[in-house]
């Protein structure tokens, strides 16, 4: 199984106390390995601090890693630590590590480095022991070459490097995946033992799973809850069934111009648009790529 496979390479790595850079899809399952990761490593007893650098501005996100002082910018009304003093001895995971400003990379390079940083608007020099655990969803050494990423940070993070295929290449682990998803969900929500049909096994490994691990534990979760007996069915796991042409493609589309032709307030386009955002979890690349273009249209 290639989710097996990579545990057992994530027990062999863990020990080695190096930077993990860990690349994937959106919804591949990247923190949940960077939490094995921890867990299997000497530094489990301490903790592990995740930090999605894609989703902090970059006037925040020195501060969010390092610290700051009071009053070293406006809205600091008091000290505060930082992720690295927050953990450590222990493992601090930088999720979508790509989206990381150049700036701030200058600074946790020398982190890497030197083992010693500074909180914004200090002058104390502070030191942190952390194993840093990275991810991201882009192509680091593209990033490099197109300038947008340090490339002597590249080659600290990339010390031992994990790739994560997505779950359309990994049909094998998807009904136990599934299994695992229901029995995790009805054990929280005190419901009694749901059990997957080989029909709904099938219908699970049809689609393509764009959104991946992630849209898969959405759509057991969503079975569960609409469940009306202990075995889900095809007709029970809410998703399309795959295509099988052309053909009955283009009877789909032929259905929605007819539907647009008929109702003139509908944006067909637009609607389309969000649609293929929700399904990729929001994750703009991803709906790019699911539309064939370079980059997902903004207007």
Known sequence: RAFQDIFKTVGRVARTDAPVLIYGESGTGKELVANAVHEYSPRRKNEMVALNCGAIPENLLE??????????????????????????????????????????????????????????????????????????????????????????????????????????????????????FLRKITKKNGMARIRLSGEAIAVLQEHKWPGNVRELENTMARATALATSDVLLASDIPIGRTLRSNGEITQILDQLFNFSEENPDINLYDELMRYILKRSGGDKELAAKILGAAEFPTA
């Open 63 to 180: 501060s969010e890693l390092f610290g700051h002082e009071k009053g070293s910018f406006t809205g600091a009304a008091a000290k505060r630590a930082g992720r690295f003093e927050q953990c450590d001895n222990g493992t601090l995971f930088l999720d979508e590590i790509g989206d990381m400003p150049l700036p701030v990379q200058v600074k946790l390079l020398r982190v890497l480095q030197e083992g010693t940083f500074s909180r914004v608007g200090g002058n104390d020099v502070l030191t942190s022991d952390v194993r840093i655990v990275a991810a991201t969803n882009k192509d680091l050494a593209q990033e490099v070459r197109e300038g947008r990423f340090r490339e002597d940070l590249y080659y600290r993070l990339n010390v031992v490097e994990l790739r994560l295929p997505p779950l359309r290449e990994r049909l094998e682990d998807i009904p136990l995946l599934a299994e695992f």
